[in-house]
């Protein structure tokens, strides 16, 4: 998803606690697993909740001066692999079947 950094911002602003886990009740996870609130002016005046509060959870981010580029999940089940190596990337470990690329 791509948002304006303004809509971005405010956003980003309006965090709460995310869901309480029953493996740690002391509230600290809920701490880390932020979820944003959604201002009810980005709402459609039409749409079924219009009124109701909605959220938002922001797993990454690459912020620029103008734009956000945010990788967002709504319902948690969003997985992030990261991969590194001592070589530049080519085009071709992008290619399924390719060595790098195993899924």
């Known amino acids: 998803m791509v948002l304006p950094?303004?809509?971005?911002?405010?956003?980003?602003s309006l965090s709460v606690p995310g869901p309480f886990s029953k493996k740690d009740p002391s509230k600290a996870e809920a701490e880390q697993l932020r979820k944003y609130l959604i201002p009810l002016s980005f709402n459609e005046p039409l749409s079924r909740?219009?009124?109701e509060q909605h959220y938002i959870q922001?797993?990454?981010?690459?912020?620029?001066?103008t734009i956000v580029f945010v990788i967002v999940d709504f319902s948690r089940l969003?997985?992030?692999?990261i991969t590194s190596r001592d070589q530049p990337w080519t085009a071709d470990d992008f290619q399924v079947g390719s060595k790098v690329i195993t899924n």
Request: proline letters at 4%; a positive charge; charged letters at 20%.
């Open 5 to 12: 950094r303004a809509e971005f911002d405010l956003i980003t």
């Open 49 to 51: 909740k219009a009124k």
């Open 78 to 81: 969003v997985q992030l692999f």
């Open 58 to 65: 922001i797993y990454a981010a690459i912020v620029c001066p």
